[in-house]
Nanobody, 119 residues
Framework: QVQLVESGGGLVQTGGSLRLSCRAS?????MGWFRQAPGKEHEFVAT????????SYADAVKGRFTISRDTAKNTVYLQMNRLKPEDTGIYYCAAGSSRYTKWDLYSYRGQGTQVTVSS
């Protein structure tokens, strides 16, 4: 069983930045970040392969968000820059056996942290 705890969400103005953290009780092959806006499905944001740091991003965040990991701390980060109102939502981290882009394929999921971007 892997426990995931997210932190770092908050309220920020358009164009601002936030850094989310996800601390894992143990490492897994891949970690991902997803977000969910009210009334919508979970949307893939980014994923990282634990052993070599290989990453992939959704087109909507490419060039603005950066996923990284600290293997010594079992922590994954999501640096979010140039935030837009459409980035608003609950952000979740997930751990699984591959760099999936679908929420349902991850075995372990955190409780989420709210990100609100005001216009």
């Amino acid at each position: 069983q892997v426990q995931l705890v997210e932190s770092g969400g908050g309220l920020v103005q358009t164009g601002g930045s936030l850094r989310l953290s996800c601390r894992a009780s143990s490492s897994r092959y891949a970690m991902g970040w997803f977000r969910q806006a009210p009334g919508k499905e979970h949307e893939f944001v980014a994923t990282i392969r634990w052993h070599d740091g290989s990453t992939s991003y959704a087109d909507a965040v490419k060039g603005r968000f950066t996923i990284s990991r600290d293997t010594a701390k079992n922590t994954v980060y999501l640096q979010m820059n140039r935030l837009k109102p459409e980035d608003t939502g609950i952000y979740y981290c997930a751990a699984g056996s591959s760099r999936y882009t679908k929420w349902d394929l991850y075995s372990y999921r955190g409780q989420g942290t709210q990100v609100t971007v005001s216009s």
